[in-house]
């Protein structure tokens, strides 16, 4: 795809939230990329322009049969003014494997990226630089197609959008409570549990609704068939440390692939610190903690970076993970990944895709 990608300017900028009161996907920036598909042209009509409610047909077929998809990534500034993406190739390759899953068409990575690349430099004043700060990008593609057959769209929209960002659990780092879901089941094999759409996270919010009511900041989730095996906590892939080596559950095509998941596997493995992925049940996190060497449970995403677990439940049955404290893997672990996507530490994996220099 070589499409020239329209710019259309607003007349008025926003004015920017203070950085200390981000929270987590609270504001947006002044621009959005759009592009259009319909069955007969392909994707057309990229623009760049202001950031604004959309008009859509009340029986566009999204908001019938739940076409749509998302991807999560982040635009860091480092001290020096350069911005950097994080494996967004990565990313790109996820968006066509949810579009394949929810029949919806494929886009062109190379063409997407640049896009975002453009969008984020237009927006470069958004990125935040206090501690823990970023833009958080969230590309989106649905269906829009004015028809209530039950089939794939004929018409779709991709948007991205920007949004200044602090921790996603309130405060970097902290250790999280999670309530371990035995009632409710967030995906199965062969269902959509691998790829990033929508209706994944409406399927969650029964339980999470309960876990907060508890107290709970996240849901770990188990198997659908056995109700047994860890599989993942909805909006971060789980580590466990037991005895001096690091187990996340396999990805067995339920489980979303993260792109931080396998960031942190890659080094661990270059880290020397033996690390596998295997099925792993709750019970033998139980017994692990049972017999004292359950030493760090970590959560890892791109919203949450990486976050220590300081206390599991499950089955009515709590357990307090090292003793409510960072561990010192959790800890390293967000040092290294949060020092090499701001560019303060080596990058020995090439992950980090630069967008450009800006003064500061
Ligand atoms: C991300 O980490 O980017 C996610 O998409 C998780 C989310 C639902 C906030």
Sequence with gaps: MNQEILFIQREELKTKPDTSSLGFGKYFSDYMFVMDFHSETGWYNPRITPYEPLTLDPAAMVFHYGQAIFEGM?????????????????????????????????????????????????????????????????????????????????EYKLLVILSPSGAYYGSQLSPVKIYVEEQYVRASIGGVGHVKTAGNYAASLKAQEKADANGF?????????????????????????????????????????????????????????????????????????????????????????????????????????NDYKIGQLSQDLYDEMTGIQLGNKEDPFNWVVKVAQVEV
């Design 74 to 154: 982040k635009a860091y500034k480092g001290a020096d003014g350069t911005i950097q993406l994080f494996r967004p190739e990565k990313n790109m390759k996820r968006f066509n494997q949810s579009c394949d899953r929810l029949c919806i068409p494929q886009i062109d990575e190379e063409f997407l990226l640049r896009a975002i690349k453009q969008l984020v430099f237009t927006e470069k004043d958004w990125i935040p630089d206090g501690d823990g700060t970023s833009l958080y990008i969230r590309p989106f593609i649905f269906s829009t197609e004015a028809y209530l057959g039950v089939r794939p769209a004929k």
């Design 217 to 321: 900041a996240q849901i770990l989730w188990l198997d659908a068939k056995e109700n047994k095996y860890v599989e993942e906590v909805g909006s971060m892939n789980i580590f466990f440390k037991i005895n001096g080596e690091v187990v996340t559950p396999r990805l067995n095509g339920s489980i979303l692939p993260g792109v931080t998941r396998d960031s942190v596997i890659q080094l661990l493995n270059y880290w020397k610190i033996p690390v596998r992925e295997e099925k792993i049940s709750i019970e033998e996190v139980y017994a692990a903690h049972e017999r004292g060497e359950l030493e760090e449970v970590f959560g890892a995403g791109t919203a949450a970076v990486i976050s220590p677990v300081g206390e599991l439940h499950w089955n009515d049955h709590a357990i307090v993970i």
